[in-house]
């Protein structure tokens, strides 16, 4: 895939395709081109506006004013229609706005632009301010455009009627421009009787206007009117009939109720005749794919094989741009048939259509297929290949294609080069087959060309090469929009927020008007740096420019809502809008399970299946992970069911994340039986699978996961190393533990992160080893993180080592002096000692320091709903007989040999009250309420939000040893699976 171009590097093409290294800004009026004469002004303007090229019109204008001819008003009238008919409005009215004097066609030229772009407010309130200038009077030109314009809406109607008597008023009420125009807005307003009036008065009629009056008869019912006039015109000897007019006919003919005498009428005129030609069928179907009616442009396809009318390769180039514009892909199938029938299969034409009908539809095999068998090419069927490839993530398939075209030695254009560079982006030596092009595009001097620059950019931008992006956006000699967003998206993907913000403020203060892309971008860039207030600049502007209620930029403006904290004002957008689509959706829901609100996120999902509203992968896997945070796991099973009903159970991210769930609500034994029934595993679910029975305690058969991984050929990643580190550390594996620390960094080159080394000082301190786990922390290239501290303060607290433990604890309270945690464990351990002096003085600091200890809570899952309880809670309904029940197994258990571990009472007294203190922890009172909640055999789950005690640790052990029961605990450190009076961690926790 990779061939060699040139030996150019990229510090090279820098040199030669960047103007400057200097900072970023719009253009206002930067051209760089040799001066022209002024003999040449005129008509570089005029061939600007022939061939609407607003590039060659900037650099004329640029040209003018530096000579100082600005003020020629000759010359500003033509560049005016310059950037009217290249569709630069803004700088139109700028230009309109700047010019010290003003005729009538400057006027004209501005209200034609507006009529063209369909800007009615604009062209209205541009025809006032004419009205006030005492130097300019209307014309019909002037009221043609204006006419236009009122015909664009039915509200515009009585504006359309005072123009009407305004040029009457004038003397221009007989003017056939003006009447013509006037004809057209009555008849379309269904005022025909006016219209009449108007088209009987005229001295002079075209067949256009003929036709309006038919067509407005007809669409109204009027159909005996209609015929009547096409008769007339029909006779006319000095009007000829053209394809609006037969399109009139046939439609008075589609009503039934003149259709034989339409049929009659035009056997006996020889009109079929006239027009039944190739010619007059495939202009009838083109004008209709012209104007998006794809179903009519199929059935003059199909009244055409019902005639027995001949087809050409251009009626099958028309017929499949329709199948393809309207997705009919089946139709699409069944004209592929009769091409081949008709023999046109080698028609390079048609071949070009059905290539581009295959690939929008999906089908790049067949679209390759009849690539393959086509016997001459042209560069058309190169750039849909190469194009459509790239935009079907087949990034390789379009790179080959491009080698394979330059070594037939056909030439490419700008289109084949930024499908190609599109390419690039995407595949592994995309940086250098990127260069290579980048020289390509150099020797053949297209890359100026907008398309190619802005491929480039892009192509820079997603390879993170974000300073060659920069260089060669400075090469930008004016305003480009597309550009633009493809800096904007580089600077968001690649971490650099700040920058698109920046740059967006450039182009709004430069006066352009962003459109949707560059408005979700930016709120992208704002929900990346959590800005609200630029967020919400950003929404105030997309109201102000028409798009915020375009789906995808309201999308963007929800998560930015959302990601932002303001979750009200999300759901009160969200609320405005009429028929969310799949990405508000998507926005509303992942967005609250990414900032913690997952119970609203299951609510919305409730919502949106109410609505009708179907599901799709992002949606279901964010729902996962929201059952994954709350461990609920009946609603994890219900969306689980949803998955499989949609057909999403079988899309490696959504199974990868129902694995996770299962792992995480403590049912190691689903998630590891769906991981052998998946089809297609990757590195994700493996890395799943693997720190779930890690954090289960089930280390050794993690290593066995992690192993079986290994010989399949699955690459291990940051993560799979995380897991597999995790489960040495809770197997008290600390050998292994360092054999896969070093297999890590030297035989798959992953520099270790601060996670592994947390991994490998936990590992460490579970086994006792405090002073070499304080080593690590001393000498490894990270600063130490608050939970790496914590974990070995904990283990400091069960080895009883007071040393090591005061130096944890000093730095961690050092890090953060507000941590509970750390004055907590502090004062275990100092409890732990009989130190309570030292307890007392940790608990004062506490207080004088306002440190608040988060309060333990324990929570279980019933019948979907949720209990929760704390120490010696009473709260809820059934406090009697959840206490009860919790007397009964402790008294049980002492019986089987319980003893209660009173260094867990961080309190100085009698050793009984210590044991009753004990005795009502949360996770024990959730424990009890599970068993009498519950039928006798089913597993019991419980969630606590800090590390279970050592004392609640023993008792449950022997809890499921005299009820016959399993039990899981998951709490902030891992998962315990109690079973038989022993616990998965082998009591190494």
């Not at 159909?223 to 000829?240: G, I, K, P, W, Y």
């Not at 009109?271 to 012209?290: C, G, P, T, Y």
């Not at 932002?564 to 969310?580: H, R, T």
């Amino acid at each position: 895939m990779h061939f060699a171009l040139y030996s150019c590097r990229t510090h090279t093409l820098l040199k030669l395709t960047a103007r400057s290294s200097s900072p970023f800004r719009i253009p206002c009026s930067h051209f760089s081109t040799a001066p022209l004469l002024h003999p040449t002004w005129l008509p570089a303007l005029r061939s600007a506006i022939a061939i609407g090229d607003l590039r060659l019109g900037r650099r004329t204008h640029a040209v003018i004013i530096t000579s100082g001819a600005a003020e020629d008003r000759f010359l500003a009238n033509n560049l005016l229609t310059v950037y009217s008919k290249c569709g630069s409005l803004p700088c139109a009215r700028r230009l309109f706005d700047q010019m010290p004097h003003r005729d009538t066609v400057t006027w004209n030229s501005l209200l034609s632009a507006y009529a063209l772009h369909g800007l009615s407010a604009d062209g209205i309130h541009l025809f006032r301010l004419l009205l006030r200038c005492p130097t300019v009077a209307p014309t019909r030109l002037t009221f043609t455009p204006l006419l236009k314009l009122c015909s664009a809406s039915a509200d515009l109607f009585p504006t359309s009627q005072s123009l009407h008597s305004f040029a009457i008023k004038i003397g221009l009420g007989s003017d056939a421009m003006v009447s013509s125009a006037l004809v057209n807005v009555y008849s379309k307003f269904g005022f025909l009787q006016e219209a009449q009036h108007i088209f009987d008065g005229m001295d002079e009629r075209d067949v256009v206007l003929w036709n309006i009056m038919i067509k407005g008869y007809a669409q109204l019912g009027f159909l005996q009117d209609a015929f009547f006039m096409f008769s007339e015109l029909h006779r006319s000897e000095t009007l000829h009939l053209d394809e609006t007019s037969v399109r009139c006919i046939l439609m008075i003919g589609e009503s039934g109720e003149l259709s034989e005498q339409v049929l009659a009428y035009g056997i006996k005129t020889c009109l079929l005749d006239d027009f039944a030609d190739v010619q007059s069928w495939n202009k009838i179907m083109s004008e209709h794919v012209r104007n998006g009616d794809y179903d009519a442009a199929l059935e003059c396809f199909l009244e055409m094989k019902r005639l027995n009318f001949g087809y050409d390769n251009v009626t099958f180039v028309i017929a499949l741009s329709a199948v393809t514009s309207g997705e009919y892909f089946e139709a699409g199938k069944q004209l592929h048939a009769m091409v081949t029938k008709a023999g046109l299969c080698s028609d390079v034409s048609v071949s070009n259509s059905l290539i581009n009908m295959y690939a929008k539809m999906g089908s790049l095999a067949y679209a390759r297929h009849v690539f393959e068998d086509m016997k001459e090419f042209d560069l058309v069927s190169w750039n849909t290949m190469i194009s459509n490839c790239a935009q079907n993530s087949l990034e390789a398939e379009s790179v080959e294609l491009f080698i394979k075209m330059l070594r037939l030695g056909v030439l490419s254009d700008q289109f084949t080069m930024a499908s190609t560079l599109r390419a690039c982006s995407g595949i592994t030596i995309g940086y250098l087959m990127l260069e290579q092009v980048h020289c390509f595009a150099l020797k053949q001097g297209i890359f100026m060309d907008i398309f190619v620059l802005t491929a480039l950019v892009d192509a820079y931008a997603k390879k993170g090469k974000m300073e060659e992006a920069e260089l060669l956006f400075s090469r930008m000699a004016w305003f480009d929009l597309a550009l633009c967003n493809a800096l904007i998206a580089g600077y968001v993907i690649n971490g650099y927020p700040n920058k698109a913000l920046d740059l967006f403020s450039s182009i709004t203060r430069s006066g352009e008007k962003p459109n949707d892309f560059t408005l979700a971008t930016v709120l992208k860039a704002c929900s990346g740096l959590v800005a609200f207030e630029n967020g919400m600049q950003v929404h105030s502007h997309a109201i102000k420019v028409g798009y915020d209620s375009d789906l995808c930029v309201c999308s963007g403006i929800l998560d930015m809502y959302i990601k932002c904290g303001n979750v009200k004002d999300a759901s009160a957008i969200f609320s405005n809008i009429s028929k969310p689509d799949d990405v508000a959706w998507t926005a509303m829901i992942s967005g609250c399970v990414e900032i913690g609100d997952e119970e609203h996120a299951l609510n919305l999902y409730l919502q949106m299946r109410q609505s009708g509203a179907m599901p799709d992968e992002f949606i279901l896997a964010s729902l996962i992970k929201a059952c994954s945070c709350l461990a609920a796991l009946g609603q994890g099973r219900q969306i689980h069911g949803n998955a499989i009903k949609f057909g999403c159970a079988s899309d490696p991210f959504v199974g990868t994340s129902i694995l996770d769930m299962y792992a995480k609500c403590g049912n190691i034994e689903d998630s590891y039986s769906l991981f052998k029934r998946m089809n297609v595993t990757n590195t994700a679910s493996w890395n799943a699978l693997v720190l779930g029975l890690a954090q289960h305690g089930y280390g050794k058969e993690a290593l066995k996961v992690f192993k079986n991984m290994m010989s399949q050929g699955v690459q291990p990643d940051k993560i799979t190393f995380v897991g597999v580190l995790s489960a040495c550390s809770h197997s008290g594996l600390v050998s292994e533990a360092y054999s896969h620390f070093d297999t890590m960094r030297v035989d798959y080159c992953i520099e270790p992160e601060v996670e592994h080394y947390s991994c490998l000082v936990d590992a460490l301190g579970r086994a006792g080893l405090l002073h070499e786990a304080e080593k690590i922390i001393e000498t490894m290239p990270y600063d130490p993180s608050a939970s790496m501290y914590r974990a070995l303060l904990g283990a400091c607290r069960i080895r009883g080592n007071m040393e090591v433990g005061q130096r944890i604890a000093t730095r961690l309270l050092g890090l953060e002096p507000l941590d509970s945690s750390a004055y907590v464990l502090l004062s275990n351990t100092y409890a732990a000692a009989n130190r309570w002096e030292d307890v007392h003085k940790a608990r004062k600091t506490m207080a004088n320091r306002n440190v608040k200890k988060d309060p333990g809570y324990s929570w279980i899952e019933i019948k979907n709903k949720v209990h929760l309880f704390v120490v010696d809670d009473t709260s809820h309904p059934e406090s009697t007989a959840i206490y009860q029940e919790l007397e009964d197994l402790i008294r049980k258990i002492k019986g089987e040999g319980y003893i209660p571990d009173t260094d867990y009472v961080l309190l100085d007294l009698q050793e009984e009250e210590k044991e009753r203190t004990l005795y009502y922890h949360s996770e024990k009172l959730a424990i009890a309420y599970g068993l009498i909640s519950t039928t006798p055999a089913s597993r019991i789950r419980v969630i606590k939000n800090l590390r279970v005690c050592g004392d609640c640790h023993n008792a449950i052990k022997y809890i499921t040893k005299v009820v016959a029961r399993e039990i899981v605990l998951r709490d902030a450190s891992r998962f315990h699976c109690f079973k038989d009076g022993a616990c998965s961690c082998g009591d190494y926790w």
